[in-house]
């Protein structure tokens, strides 16, 4: 039993030792390096989101980007055919990989294994982190540090192409917008002009309170006439004098509904509906155009802003820097794992040997004779 005991710890350490060594000379080191920025929020609209939040009746969401939506973005980025091939022309990576550039679909092979040494992660602190490994510490870093280089990059020029598009729409719509109100104006103007009608909310009130007073006077005056008749003769002075002023005021009335007073600000009553209606569309019209002009302009104003941005971008809490110590592979646990499987194939043998040994069974007696006798024969 003690021999037994002693063979498996041989073969275990046996087997530690030689899987050590193998793993050593045919797995080759990796290092990792790691970079952490924390995604900015930006608005998805070229900076126009935080000028649209601080106008009112929009949807307070309008035109903002979660983190998570950036992070989204930044690996997309990260993991693109263009973002990778700078890289591969960049380390050399088809001679690190060993790639042979002969081969029809090396360059597929190439971005596969780049792909599988590139790992981005969002942290629980919303950190977004670009890890990177490699055979070579000082290569790993460098990779990580163009790989946020590079990201900046492409995300400001995104940012400046999103304002410039948004620049180029609003200072068209600017132009449409202002030949608009000038229009709208011009109409209202005239419309002002032919009409008379120039403030409706000033004119109406004053309007309505010069028809009140002449009706009243209208009627006081009937009034008076139809006492002073009972009292007078129809032919006195004084009756005469009252149907003059009843004449007069029934005149001047009914020229003010009918077609209102020339030279002055007095409007015709039978026109006043159509006019104000026609009045306010008119108004309304210059109303809306100069409404969207002043929610178009600084709009308008900060695309051009924002296209001439052009600082960074990310917020690099730590740049990659090379490991001191190698990431891949756990050599001491492959080598135990492989000498524990060596040793329990060992142990197994072991075991079907003694239970062989032991067999009374006469397949089995029958086998070992015949083992037996071949070895002989080779003796």
């Known amino acids: 039993m003690i021999r037994r005991i002693r063979l498996m710890l041989t073969v275990f350490c046996s087997s530690l030792v030689l899987g050590y060594a193998i793993i050593y000379v045919v797995i080759d080191e990796q290092f990792e390096s790691t970079a ?24 307070v969401n ?17 993991y693109s055919r263009t973002m990778l091939e700078e890289l591969i022309h960049q380390f050399h990576l088809y001679e690190v990989y060993d790639i042979d550039t002969t081969d029809i679909d090396y360059r597929e092979k190439t971005l596969k294994e780049l792909r599988g040494d590139i790992v981005t992660e969002e ?25 946020v280089a590079a990201l900046n990059d492409k995300v400001i020029q995104l940012q400046i192409s999103k304002s410039k598009e948004n620049r180029i729409f609003l200072e068209k719509r600017v132009s449409e917008i202002s030949k608009e109100l000038a229009v709208a104006e011009d109409s209202l103007r005239h419309y002002q002009e032919r009409s008379g009608l120039y403030d409706l909310e000033t004119q109406l009130p004053g309007l309505m309170t010069l028809y009140g007073t002449l009706e009243s006077n209208l009627m006081t005056k009937k009034i008076q ?19 003059i002023e009843v004449s007069e005021y029934q005149s001047k ?15 015709s009553m039978k026109r006043l509906p159509a006019n104000a209606l026609e009045y306010l569309r008119r108004y309304r019209t210059v109303e809306i155009s100069a409404s969207l002009l002043e929610f178009v302009t600084p709009l308008y104003e900060q695309a051009r802003i924002e296209e001439k941005k052009d600082y960074p971008i990310l917020q690099v809490i730590d740049t990659a820097v090379p490991a001191a110590k190698k990431s891949w592979p756990p050599r001491l646990l492959f080598a135990f794992l492989c ?28 086998l070992k004779a015949e083992f037996a006798k071949v070895s002989f024969r080779w003796k």
Request: net charge neutral; aromatic share 4%; hydrophobic share 35%.
């Open 36 to 59: 952490v920025i924390i995604p900015a929020e930006t608005d998805g609209m070229g900076g126009m989101g935080s000028m649209l939040k601080g106008l009112k009746n929009l949807p």
């Open 225 to 243: 006439k139809d006492i002073l008749e009972k009292l007078y003769d129809k032919n006195s002075p004084e009756v005469k004098s009252l149907q």
């Open 339 to 366: 000498a524990s499987f060596v040793t329990s194939i060992t142990m197994l043998g072991m075991v079907l040997g003694m239970i062989i040994d032991t067999s009374t069974n006469p397949k089995i007696t029958s």
């Open 62 to 78: 309008i035109g903002k980007t979660g983190a998570k939506s950036e992070t989204n973005r930044y690996k997309t980025i990260i």
């Open 253 to 267: 009335l009914n020229s003010l509904r009918q077609q209102g007073e020339k030279g002055s600000l007095m409007l």
């Open 123 to 147: 942290t629980d602190e919303d950190a977004f982190e670009i890890t990177v490994r490699s055979t070579d510490p000082q290569r790993a870093a460098a990779m990580v540090n163009y790989i």
